[in-house]
């Protein structure tokens, strides 16, 4: 269950003492553990420290945050934010870079530098660099101060200390000491967190919260990867009505649409916790309230509404013969999240458009490509349960019956297997007549339907027929509907077929449909 409480007696004692205090009064906050290396961070780290030899500099230079975490919890990260204290990042990438060429190191990319950017709480410089095919975000330490009506800080250089308690919780606020190989736990709670798998803010969590709301979809995003529990004051943050007021009006659209994409399909994200912590914690009006101008809906009742059909799609996932890979499981997943806005449009420019197109692409800021995804399971699903439904019977279709199958398969494209998906998850009252109509596809040769080119295009047709304009595409429509009833058919009983039909039938508007074949 999301947002669960610590069960430590001693870690909500912990809690109750700042960070700040804790930090100074423990007799400990350098702890000697074993952290495992790849061989290539052996030899980066040691690389940076004969460059601080060769150099003669006292700079301590620490990795910091996912990729200590990731370390003790074994896992593997492909990118490291160093933090050094005694310059700017930029200045310490140049020198490391210096010191790696002359020592003949290939792999050494050229230093870029992110420039200071106040708006996008770039205040001080990071220098990025590739070394020894490690991607390397360089910062000084920093301290961040913030605004009240504002998510982005004011950032300048800092402590360690300082560094620490500004990171969003405790398990990303450790340090490894390069120059030591020691983890520093300077909140003094980081590493028993990690322990008991427990979400907390470094610093009081409803201000953090306030400050910074995007932490509070944060936290799901991390509970659902590292399958972490919240914290009780964490929990009780998360509850109150004013992170959720913060996080409707401070958080851009851009960033939420991010947090959201990297709870669905990540590849270790647990989606079915991130969406019931979202619902919760109240959060799916906040993500999801950016609608266009149409009567709101109960947002309550479409937030459970979500969790429901999420369920259905986890239950489908478990049931035998169901083959769908991770990909597929995740776009059915989020779909299902947005399902109960389905059948909602809106009219732009004297057209109606898709509710859920306004969500994804203006309210998530995310790409077309998976508005029309979704949209491409969801508004195929309720055609193919008619189609299922209409016809559900044993045996072989009629014939009408297998031309209207051929065109929702066309319609479908290859991911059709993924609409049948969808439509068990929506319509799980019709799973009989859908696996009925789905075996009859599988034992046809039309599931390879897709994969079909024209045996006669349009030129051949042109040319065979002497038609043109409309008449060429009601005959290469003829000519689909035969190969869906006699799929195995060559060009020789294709253009067979069509001089029959040609001389039996007059000209025909286009878009017209043949109920019953005239050979």
């Known amino acids: 269950m999301s947002g669960k409480h610590s069960s430590s007696s001693t870690a909500?004692?912990?809690?109750?003492?700042?960070?700040?205090?804790r930090a100074r009064t423990a007799a400990e906050v350098t702890k000697k553990m074993l952290v495992r290396l790849t061989p290539v961070e052996i030899t980066l780290f040691g690389t940076i420290r004969d460059a601080l030899d060769h150099y003669k500099l006292g700079t301590t230079v620490r990795a910091a945050g996912g990729w200590v975490r990731d370390k003790l919890l074994g896992k593997e990260s492909k990118d490291i934010d160093l933090t050094v204290d005694d310059m700017n990042g930029v200045a310490f990438a140049r020198k490391l870079q210096s010191f790696a060429r002359q020592q003949k190191?290939?792999?050494?990319?050229?230093?870029?530098?992110?420039?200071?950017?106040?708006?996008?709480?770039?205040?001080l410089e990071t220098a990025t660099l590739k070394l020894?095919?490690?991607?390397?975000?360089?910062?000084?330490?920093?301290?961040?101060?913030?605004?009240?009506?504002?998510?982005?800080?004011?950032?300048?250089?800092?402590?360690a200390l300082d560094d620490a308690l500004r990171r969003d919780f405790t398990i990303n606020s450790l340090f490894y000491n390069v120059n030591t190989g020691d983890v520093e736990d300077l909140t003094c709670q980081g590493l028993e967190d990690l322990h008991t798998r427990t979400l907390r803010t470094p610093v009081e969590p409803l201000q953090t919260l306030l400050d910074d709301p995007l932490r509070a979809l944060r936290a799901i995003r991390f509970m659902g990867r590292l399958r972490f529990r919240f914290a009780p004051k964490l929990h009780e943050a998360m509850l109150n009505s004013s992170t959720r007021m913060h996080l409707a009006e401070k958080v851009s659209r851009e960033r939420v649409g991010i947090e959201l994409h990297k709870m669905f399909f990540d590849e270790h994200s647990d989606a079915e916790e991130c969406a019931r912590a979202i619902v919760q914690y109240k959060f799916y009006s906040p993500i999801c309230l950016r609608l266009p101008a149409v009567s709101p809906p109960d947002l309550d009742k479409c937030a459970q509404q979500a969790l429901d059909t999420m369920a259905l799609a986890a239950k489908h996932f478990k049931e035998p013969n169901v083959s769908l890979d991770i990909p597929a499981r995740r776009l059915l997943l989020f779909s299902s999240f947005l399902s109960p806005f389905a059948d909602m449009t809106y009219v732009e420019k004297g057209k109606d458009v898709p509710v859920i197109r306004y969500i994804i692409m203006e309210g998530l800021k995310l790409p077309n490509d998976l508005f029309k995804r979704v949209f491409h399971l969801l508004s195929n699903a309720p055609q193919l349960r008619m189609l299922a439904t209409a016809h559900y019977r044993p045996g072989r279709p009629t014939a009408h019956h297998v031309?209207?199958?051929?065109?929702?398969?066309?319609?479908m494209g290859p991911d059709w297997r993924h609409v049948f998906a969808m439509c068990h998850i929506l319509y799980p009252e019709s799973a009989s007549a859908l696996r009925c109509l789905k075996n009859w596809i599988d034992s046809s040769e039309i599931k390879k339907l897709h994969k079909w080119t024209p045996l006669l295009n349009g030129n051949d047709i042109k040319e065979k027929f002497g038609v043109t304009g409309p008449q060429v595409g009601e005959l290469l429509e003829r000519q689909f509907e035969w190969r869906v009833l006699y799929p195995l058919s060559n060009v020789d009983e294709v253009t067979e077929f069509l001089t029959r039909y040609v001389q039996n039938n007059p000209p025909v508007s286009p878009g017209s449909s043949c109920d019953a074949m005239q050979v």
């Open 132 to 159: 020894f095919g490690i991607d390397l975000d360089v910062n000084s330490l920093r301290t961040e101060v913030y605004e009240a009506n504002s998510r982005i800080p004011s950032i300048t250089q800092g402590t």
């Open 105 to 123: 190191h290939q792999r050494c990319s050229n230093v870029g530098v992110i420039k200071a950017n106040p708006d996008q709480s770039k205040h």
């Open 403 to 411: 031309i209207s199958i051929g065109k929702l398969l066309r319609q």
């Open 12 to 21: 909500d004692a912990d809690a109750d003492m700042s960070p700040t205090k």
